[in-house]
């Protein structure tokens, strides 16, 4: 197969241009641990890995072959600035991570030669699929279950329950409406427990600590996709996940510009990853519900990672949205 032409920027666009050797600086970071990459570098960071587990060719910020093949399709991942910045003359992949949502780009699909635009997940698919019709699709990148494993028998669990913190807005009113119940719920069956959160560790330290988890407690609002609890998920430890299904609450859109329902916290989900709850009153029953669940054998969340979101099984899906946004049909 042809070579996927891949272009990404995190950060500053203008030292990307100059700068050939920021793409190679970028994909040796792709080994190292000590590395602690944002979301959306995490997401290029590991479909470029399944795309090398799987020996797809690729090139990465090549802007001279794009300029001189414009008949060849380029897939624009990460921030706008990356698309916005240039004509691009060539038929497109866009996304994911590009757009928050369609009013940040109304004529996208006029403007440039997009042929398929991927969101994280399936309910952003549903908020955009109005605006951008049917040629948004829900992608999710892979997680690296070779990193992210299960401990060994032998491990030492001296945390029955680790919490994970990422509520992100108005956390004044949020944390001691949502994260306290559940707290003070697990002080009063005094479970061991410790607290992580979000955007404040590093991945050995997370690694490390859900090693002696026997389970995890995530409370987020709303995810596109959710990397750090799928991560936990491949390491083998069940989740109890706030649930909510309420509106898309980022304060940049909601709700002045933007009113969309129903959303996530756990977007890709099924029985064997653990428990769900919907408010902080139902917590002390999912937590009856997994204890339950823990005690008879039957939850095997590393297994629904395997199965739906591997590094491979993810950069392959990605290679079939690239074929079909390349072919000729895609023009029709």
């Known amino acids: 197969m042809n070579p996927l032409n891949l272009f990404y920027t995190a950060g500053d666009l203008d030292r990307l ?10 994909i040796r970071r792709i ?18 890995a399944g795309l090398r587990a799987l020996d797809i060719p690729h090139r ?16 624009i991942l990460g921030k706008r600035r990356m698309l916005e910045s240039r004509s ?19 004529q996208l699909f006029e403007k440039w030669k997009v042929r398929r635009l ?43 329950v680790l919490v994970y913190d990422k509520i992100l807005w108005d956390r004044r009113a949020a944390v001691p409406r949502i994260l306290g119940p559940v707290l003070a719920e697990i002080d009063r069956r005094r479970l061991r427990h410790a607290v ?21 407690v995530f409370i ?17 430890v069940p989740l109890l996940a706030w649930h909510s299904a309420s509106f898309w609450k980022d304060p940049k859109y909601y709700p002045h510009k933007v009113v969309f329902s129903p959303v996530s916290g756990v977007p890709y989900w099924d029985d064997r990853c653990g428990v769900r709850f919907s408010a902080p009153d139902g917590f002390a029953d999912a937590l ?27 950069a392959a899906a990605f290679a079939e949205h690239a074929a079909a946004a390349g072919s000729v049909e895609a023009t029709a």
């Open 17 to 26: 241009l100059r700068q050939d050797r920021f793409p190679w600086r970028l």
């Open 118 to 160: 991927l969101v994280p997940g399936e309910w952003m698919r549903r908020m955009c699929e109005p605006h951008w019709g049917s040629r948004v699709y829900a992608w999710p990148v892979g997680i690296d279950t070779d990193y992210w494993t299960p401990a060994g028998t032998d491990a030492k669990r001296d945390i029955d």
């Open 196 to 216: 992580i959160r979000y955007g404040r560790y590093e991945p050995d330290q997370y690694r490390g600590v859900l090693a002696r988890s026997r389970c995890m």
């Open 60 to 75: 990465i910020n090549d802007f001279n072959y794009a300029r001189r093949h414009p008949e060849d399709l380029c897939c």
């Open 31 to 48: 080994g190292p641990r000590s590395y602690q990459p944002g979301g959306q570098t995490r997401v290029f960071m590991n479909l470029v």
């Open 288 to 314: 009856d519900q997994l204890e339950a669940r823990l005690a008879s054998g039957d939850l095997d969340p590393r297994t629904f990672i395997l199965e739906t979101l591997s590094l491979e099984k993810c």
């Open 88 to 106: 691009w003359d060539s038929p497109l992949l866009v996304g994911p991570c590009v757009y928050d949502h369609p009013i940040d780009s109304p």
């Open 220 to 236: 987020c609002e709303h995810e596109t996709q959710g990397l750090a609890y799928q991560e936990a998920l491949s390491a083998g």
